[in-house]
């Protein structure tokens, strides 16, 4: 069974960091491209970051370059979203996605909030 399963989400002040992981399963994790997404309320899924498959070359939304770092340890079949100094504008639901199927296989996510 295709499986990813987030977690690392919570309650958070701004400036605060943040560090998601996402463990994969049932697949050759080190052949896909991973991306986190999230979902904020109301709103569409925002593509928040990408890793090819090798781990050499990522690629990050505007709204989070310089603040968020993606990476891949294959070994662990296991994704990270490090996110730092973060804004309340960051709170969502936060998705990892692999591109083996149409539309990817997603998890089940998980919430952060950043509040003071």
């Known amino acids: 069974q295709v499986q990813l399963v987030e977690s690392g989400g919570g309650l958070v002040q701004p400036g605060g960091s943040l560090r998601l992981s996402c463990a994969a399963s049932?697949?050759?994790?080190?052949?896909?491209?991973m991306k986190w997404y999230r979902q904020a309320p109301g709103k569409e899924r925002e593509l928040v970051a990408l890793i090819e498959s090798d781990g050499d070359t990522t690629n990050y939304g505007d709204s989070v370059k310089g603040r968020f770092t993606i990476s891949r340890d294959n070994a662990k079949n296991t994704v990270w979203l490090q996110m730092n100094s973060l804004k309340p504008e960051d709170t969502a639901v936060y998705f990892c996605?692999?591109?083996?199927?149409?539309?990817?296989?997603w998890g089940q996510g998980t919430q952060v909030i950043v509040s003071s």
């Open positions: 996605n692999a591109a083996l199927i149409y539309g990817g296989v």
């Open positions: 049932g697949f050759t994790f080190r052949r896909y491209t």
